[in-house]
């Protein structure tokens, strides 16, 4: 954890090493299973437009993130930027939604802006459904060996979308690693990133090109390295998944009936 970005932006290593040591109940759950809920809670954020729902749906999936055994500390923080997104896109849809006003100001004698009680349920909503799919994308991630990951990857996406899936992932090792020497060096000798943006702008640019240009002929250098040990072209992923055991199938069906009831039949009040 000393040698990561920052706090606030997920820990590739960390993450892959719940994923590879992890030995909970949901670790050993087939990876289809977790893979197939994933797009259904997505569809069901995306449909669903109640309060309660969103709340009650982000509780279930915290819940089994904390039984998984995985970090509560390092999940809120990664949460700062799937906040910051929401809030700075809300914040522009909230106000004037038709309901009953909380508060209002004018900027000009044509022009103000009110907020109602549907424009705060707005807010609270959308931030719960995007807490929830940011959760339940971490538990999925930190419960599923990469070898599973890249075989579902290569047997889902037609190729070459497949291999820049594939690659694309080993490259952000690299050039995180990169950056993380390169921020050392540069506090090392006084400097910092906030520093850099407010006093020294250009050698903050110059940093990430040099980033960029390094990460590419790294990334050169390994290509021409797996050239020489064979490779085609192609990256072919063999490992066998786990299958879906019938409890798991139940579980989906489960889900699924209950999200089509809670859309279409149930009217919460908000």
């Known amino acids: 954890m000393s040698g990561e970005l920052s706090p606030h932006i997920p820990d590739l290593d960390l993450i892959t090493f719940y994923s590879e040591k992890g030995t909970s109940l949901f670790s050993r759950i087939s ?3 977790k893979a197939l809920m994933l797009p259904l809670i997505i569809l069901f954020v995306s449909l669903d437009k109640s309060l309660i729902s969103a709340i009650c749906l982000y509780l279930i999936i915290l819940a ?17 930027m799937p906040l910051i997104f929401v809030i700075s896109l809300v914040l522009i849809l909230m106000w004037n939604e038709p309901g009953k006003p909380i508060f209002s100001f004018s900027l000009s004698p044509y022009f103000s802006l009110t907020l109602t009680d549907n424009g705060l349920l707005l807010l609270l909503t959308l931030l719960f459904k ?4 940011v959760t339940y994308s971490l538990f999925f991630l930190m419960t599923t060996k990469y070898n599973y990951l890249s075989a579902m990857i290569y047997r889902v996406f037609p190729s ?7 690659m694309s992932y080993r490259f952000i090792f690299i050039t995180l690693k990169m950056v993380k ?6 506090k090392s000798r006084g400097g910092g990133l906030l520093k850099s943006v407010r006093r020294q702008s250009k050698m903050f640019a110059e940093v990430f090109a040099l980033t960029i240009i390094r990460s590419y002929d790294r990334a050169d250098r390994i290509n021409k390295a ?25 579980t989906m069906l489960l889900a699924t009936v209950l999200m089509i009831y809670l ?3 149930v009217k919460l009040p908000f």
């Not at 995007?130 to 799919?133: D, P």
């Not at 020497?181 to 540069?186: D, E, G, Y």
């Open 31 to 33: 990876p289809w299973t």
């Open 64 to 80: 089994i993130y904390g039984l998984s055994g995985l970090p509560f500390k390092q999940l809120f923080q990664w949460y700062t």
């Open 181 to 186: 020497s390169m921020i050392k060096a540069l």
């Open 160 to 166: 070459p979308i497949d291999q820049i899936f594939l």
């Open 226 to 250: 797996m050239e020489a040990r064979g490779f085609t072209g192609k990256y072919v992923a063999a490992t066998k998944i786990p299958g879906i055991g019938p409890g798991e199938y139940f």
């Open 263 to 265: 859309i279409w039949f």
């Open 130 to 133: 995007s807490l929830a799919s």
